[in-house]
C-alpha cells in the first residue's frame, strides 16, 4: 500500500519548542509576576523534561526580552519600570487600535457572532460573585486576540504578541488584584462600547473603544504602585513560586 498518497506527513513539535510554548504562556497569562525568579532544574521537573530543551526555551525568550537572565545565571521575570510601561502603552494603543479597526472593516456575520459569544464569556465571569481570577484573564486575552486576528495582518498581529508577552506578568493586575475596577466591571462597559462599534462595523468608533480600555487599565495599574520607578535600579525580590505546566516550579536561583 502507498501511504505516501494517503496521509499527511506528520510534524513533532521539539521538547524544547513545547517548553517555550509552555513558559510563553505562562507569561502571557501573568501567570508569573514581575521580579520573580525561576530555576531551570525545577521547570525541567515540572514539565517532565532534561534541563537542555528548557535551556533552549529560555534563551528564545530571553532574547524577546520576555525573561532576563543575568550574569550569575540568575533567571527571573523582568521588573516593569514606569516609564517602560507608559512606553508600551503607547505602542499598544497605536498597534492594537490598528488591529482593531482594520477588523472592524472585515468581520463577518459568523466571525463577529463569534467575538460577541467570546465577550459575553468574559462578562458573565466577571458578573459571578466570586468571580475566577485565572478565568478572567484567559477569557479577556482571548477575546482581544479573536478581534485582533480579524485585521488579516500577520505581521502586526506578531508585534502586538511580543508586547503581550513582555508586559503579561503586570497587564491583568486589575483583573488579578479583585480591585474597584471588577467590582464595577469597568473591564465589561470598555468591552461592552467595543462590541457595539464592531456590530456597525464602525472603525474608528472601535478603535477608541479599544484605546480607552487598555488606556484605563494602565492608568490603574501605574496608580497602583505596583511598578518600579523609572530611575530606580531593583534589588532582586526575594524568593517566590511559580506554576507551570503539571506542578509548581519552585523559585530558587539554579546554575543550569
Known amino acids: 500500500m502507498d501511504f505516501a498518497g494517503l496521509v499527511?506527513?506528520?510534524?513533532?513539535?521539539?521538547?524544547?519548542?513545547?517548553?517555550?510554548?509552555?513558559?510563553?504562556?505562562?507569561?502571557?497569562?501573568?501567570?508569573?509576576?514581575?521580579?520573580?525568579?525561576?530555576?531551570?532544574?525545577?521547570?525541567?521537573?515540572a514539565l517532565g523534561v532534561s534541563v537542555m530543551p528548557v535551556r533552549e526555551a529560555v534563551h528564545r525568550l530571553v532574547a524577546e526580552q520576555a525573561l532576563e537572565l543575568s550574569a550569575n545565571r540568575t533567571l527571573r521575570v523582568p521588573v516593569m519600570t514606569v516609564s517602560q510601561f507608559r512606553e508600551i502603552t503607547r505602542i499598544r494603543i497605536n498597534l492594537e487600535g490598528l488591529a482593531t479597526s482594520e477588523a472592524a472593516t472585515r468581520l463577518d456575520e459568523d466571525t463577529y457572532r463569534a467575538i460577541d459569544a467570546l465577550n459575553e464569556r468574559f462578562s458573565r465571569e466577571l458578573s459571578a460573585k466570586r468571580p475566577d481570577k485565572t478565568r478572567l484573564v484567559a477569557f479577556n486575552k482571548e477575546l482581544h486576540f479573536a478581534i485582533y486576528r480579524?485585521?488579516?495582518?500577520?505581521?502586526?498581529?506578531?508585534?502586538?504578541?511580543?508586547?503581550?508577552?513582555?508586559?503579561?506578568?503586570?497587564?491583568?493586575?486589575?483583573?488579578?488584584?479583585?480591585?474597584?475596577?471588577?467590582?464595577?466591571?469597568?473591564?465589561a462597559d470598555h468591552h461592552g462600547r467595543l462590541m457595539d462599534a464592531l456590530r456597525e462595523r464602525d472603525a474608528s468608533a472601535a478603535a477608541e473603544a479599544l484605546r480607552g480600555d487598555i488606556q484605563a487599565a494602565a492608568d490603574f495599574i501605574i496608580s497602583q504602585g505596583v511598578l518600579v520607578a523609572a530611575d530606580a535600579t531593583p534589588d532582586l525580590p526575594p524568593v517566590g513560586a511559580a506554576a507551570v505546566g503539571r506542578g509548581p516550579v519552585k523559585s530558587r536561583r539554579d546554575v543550569p
Open 8 to 45: 499527511t506527513p506528520l510534524t513533532r513539535q521539539t521538547l524544547s519548542g513545547d517548553v517555550y510554548q509552555q513558559l510563553r504562556d505562562l507569561l502571557l497569562y501573568g501567570r508569573a509576576m514581575p521580579g520573580e525568579q525561576l530555576s531551570f532544574r525545577s521547570i525541567a521537573e
Open 150 to 187: 480579524q485585521a488579516g495582518m500577520p505581521v502586526l498581529l506578531q508585534m502586538i504578541e511580543s508586547l503581550w508577552l513582555r508586559i503579561g506578568p503586570i497587564l491583568n493586575y486589575d483583573l488579578r488584584s479583585g480591585s474597584a475596577r471588577v467590582t464595577h466591571r469597568e473591564q
